[in-house]
């Protein structure tokens, strides 16, 4: 879904929408309140709770995808605070949960994290199939050798495939980010649009 | 770093993580912690558990509360968009209801019917319709003539709809608290339970007759062996020449198909290849692991819900709990999620108060419940 209709939804409640941000938050959102909770169930409990909260606001609307994704994992950060804070009162708190976790920059790192591993996921489905499970392989630590030999192909050509992902994959990232990406990797040189 | 700068940073390394799994840009340049992230995600194949791990949690039970809400703002609309009459009619009876005194108000407040016959229909024209119990009326959309009557709908054929190819979809859509019957054009019955929606032809024509649909429902398909009949879900696909069979995806991992007469072909989504289905056998869709499992099963377990029975075989407190949520459209509240997992066994009466249903489950669990206006907390 292009990102504008995408937001537009959120922002006027179409299930369409609101069904795609399930899709792509929940389970990590879910998996981000259990490190904090250490418990699944109350996990969950946790993200609805935040995610029904969105729904039920009328002021809250999104302008970009940073300003959502920053939303979310904020409002579950939080609530997964409060949460061992009642925890702690009423004598349920489990010993495990001795995390640095209400430090806030703590709390923003493993959010990072978490949405590293969704995108690297969203990008790696859209992949074309072979390239899609030759990364998967090289993932399980295979070598190029053992992919040729599972997939039935010559090593040049899983080579060759790896290439064309890595060519389809910056096609995916737009190109103020690679400008950035190669400021970062060569700060002393000229960009020039060659290199791009 | 700020909340906001995750999904760029996220990017950032994304890119950078892919470039080092493809060996095709080794650059690892960034700030220290980045770095720990990325060198983590790739070591000891970090990636690939993480994602083991998120398969616990199903994003489609969290979003049926979305439906659900989108539920209620349909029947508003639609509500809303109803006749004046209607309106008047419900002032006056609120009007009368406030007279009533609070002993009255007691009573209503602390019972918890259960589920009738009501539903949504929307028709080809985008048109909707909302379907009671009591009044039964006819009227006609391209190629069939629709018949409500007292919780059915019931579609016939019309003479030109053999020459009209081109016949519309409608959509029956029950919520929580509710159930509603179906007969399609060529005589196919359908029983849609709570939570559910059906999506279908107006007439078929064409060589298959396809229909579509999400929640549970039962089918006794009308016998054609030259258009075999298709029951699309989300996970599954089931082929039908003329059998009965209980589909329901409402499960919280699985979408669950029994037979109860003939032979079915079903295949999932993901794998393409058609399994053969015996009368008597229960087919497991895993939608975690994409993968189909048969087995021979107590058919009236999974079709007693249409003949009004609840029947409980081992189930968990959770699956439990989360029928009786959408037959009652109560919400569920666990004080902890220890009990989620304590198994039942009974037959219960579908048509009953649920505090009769909760008393009969605490007396053999010894789990307590507390309602409280729609709400029941599970202490």
Redesign the interface.
Known sequence: MDTRVFLEGINQKSGKAWKELYRYYYAPLCSYAERILGDAGAAEDCVQECMIGMWHKKEVTFEDMKSLTAWLYRSVYHRTISILREWKVRDHYRQTQEIASEDEPVGITMALREEIISQFYEVLHRLPMQQHNILKYSLKGLTVQEIALQLCISENSVKTQKKRAYQFIREQFDESLLQLLLLMAFPEKQITSDIL | ???????????????????K?????M?S??EG?RQE?RDE?LAE?Q??H??D?????D??K??S???R??WR?RILRVSVAACGVVLIGMVAWLFAGQRMGDEQALVVETTVLPGSNHALLQLSSGEKVILGNAESFKFSETGSEIRVDSGMVVYAATESSAKNKASGYNTLSVPRGAEYRLTLADGTLVHLNAGSELKYPVSFSGVARKVFLKGEAWFEVAKDVVHPFYVMTEDVQIRVYGTSFNVNTHGLHVTETVLAEGSIGISGTGTGQELRMRTGQLAVYDRVDGTMSLRDVEVREYTAWKEGIFYFDDDTLEEILEELARWYDVEIF?HS?DK?GIQFSGHLKRYEDIRKILNTITESTGIEFEINDRIVTVK
């Open positions: 770093m700020k909340w906001e700068d995750i999904d760029k940073e996220a990017k950032r390394i994304v890119f950078q993580l892919f470039g799994i493809t060996g095709e840009n650059e340049s960034g912690f992230i995600l194949k990636l690939l993480e994602a791990r998120r398969h616990k949690y994003y489609r969290g979003y509360r979305i439906e809400e989108l703002r666990f999620s989620k």
